[in-house]
T-cell receptor, first 118, second 112 residues
Framework: GAVVSQHPSRVICKSGTSVKIECRSLDFQATTMFWYRQFPKQSLMLMATSNEGSKATYEQGVEKDKFLINHASLTLSTLTVTSAHPEDSSFYIC??????????????FGPGTRLLVL | RKEVEQDPGPFNVPEGATVAFNCTYSNSASQSFFWYRQDCRKEPKLLMS???SGNEDGRFTAQLNRASQYISLLIRDSKLSDSATYLC?????????????FGTGTKLQVIP
């Protein structure tokens, strides 16, 4: 079964509104969570990395005031796209890194959230 | 030079064929390597880790060449269900900060 969940899976919103995406790790504590964006036919692009209880580290070119990340606990991270515009329409994927079995630390991906801004 | 580079393909191979992909990385201090599989419009899923000694999982073999800074994935006896995009992932850790870099992916199409 899925070890990382994301909600919502799909969202359509009007330009100017804010959208919050939740990412939860199931059955394990995520030491680090990552947020990626993927445009059609392109690779995953890392937006930011976050550790529980500390500020996220944003990649170059990603506006931290536009993409707010909150990593409130070891199992939950949220990404809020503030004042979304059509160019923000994309596939947003979260990933959680943690230990599911002794001696193995692996990164698991959520199923993704398709955002369409009209 | 890109941090992680892959041939985008597509690789069109007949069923039963053997196909290999390479992925080169620029940071010699990179520590962890993985292959992920991504189906169209889905999230990436871990296929296998890549260990220094090489590792095999059924029809899949992954190898790491640190001297030449590349990892490889070999698929034997290709199945139609192997059609997907294969992403290599390279992880570099420094001072408690972890950087995960994805390749752009290599598309594989297995043909009946």
């Amino acid at each position: 079964g899925a070890v990382v969940s994301q909600h919502p899976s799909r969202v359509i919103c009007k330009s100017g509104t804010s959208v919050k995406i939740e990412c939860r790790s199931l059955d394990f504590q995520a030491t680090t969570m990552f947020w990626y964006r993927q445009f059609p036919k392109q690779s995953l692009m890392l937006m930011a990395t976050s550790n529980e209880g500390s500020k996220a580290t944003y990649e170059q070119g990603v506006e931290k005031d536009k993409f707010l990340i909150n990593h409130a606990s070891l199992t939950l991270s949220t990404l809020t796209v503030t004042s979304a515009h059509p160019e923000d329409s994309s596939f947003y994927i979260c990933s959680a890194r943690g230990i599911l079995a002794p001696g193995t630390e692996t990164q698991y991906f959520g199923p993704g959230t398709r955002l369409l801004v009209l | 030079r890109k941090e992680v580079e892959q041939d985008p393909g597509p690789f069109n191979v007949p069923e039963g064929a053997t196909v290999a992909f390479n992925c080169t990385y620029s940071n010699s201090a990179s520590q962890s390597f993985f292959w992920y599989r991504q189906d169209c419009r889905k999230e990436p899923k871990l296929l296998m880790s890549v260990y220094s000694s090489g590792n095999e999982d059924g029809r899949f073999t992954a190898q790491l060449n640190r001297a030449s800074q590349y990892i490889s994935l070999l698929i034997r006896d290709s199945k139609l269900s192997d059609s997907a995009t294969y992403l290599c992932v390279v992880i570099f850790i420094s001072g408690g900060y972890q950087k995960v870099t994805f390749g752009t992916g290599t598309k594989l199409q297995v043909i009946p």
